[in-house]
């Protein structure tokens, strides 16, 4: 059975408390609403600000809130790929 870097306990602690109170996608500026499922694009994941595949931690100063959607389309990318001025998210 495989598992996933995100399955690890400190990942997941830090993730619940980065998705504390009102958050708010630190990639499209969007609130994130926590009340949909896991999967769906639009709900709330901690997206890494320095990429794990770069060198980056699970620590919670690493970690921002992000739509699940706009985190994957960042990637392991350093540069936002996400223009917050285009109507394309809304």
Do not use: F
């Not at 993730?15 to 958050?23: F, I, N, S, V, Y």
């Not at 600000?49 to 931690?57: E, I, M």
């Not at 809130?65 to 109507?87: F, M, W, Y």
């Amino acid at each position: 059975m495989t598992v996933h870097r995100t399955s690890n306990r400190r990942y997941r602690t830090n993730r619940a408390k980065t998705l504390e109170g009102q958050p708010v996608c630190a990639l499209c500026g969007r609130a994130i609403d926590k009340t949909l499922l896991q999967y769906h694009p639009h709900s709330g994941t901690a997206h890494h600000v320095l990429p794990y595949a770069k060198g980056g931690t699970d620590e919670l100063t690493n970690l921002v809130p992000a739509h699940l959607e706009c985190n994957q389309k960042q990637g392991d990318k350093l540069d936002p790929v996400i223009d917050r001025t285009s109507r394309e998210w809304i």
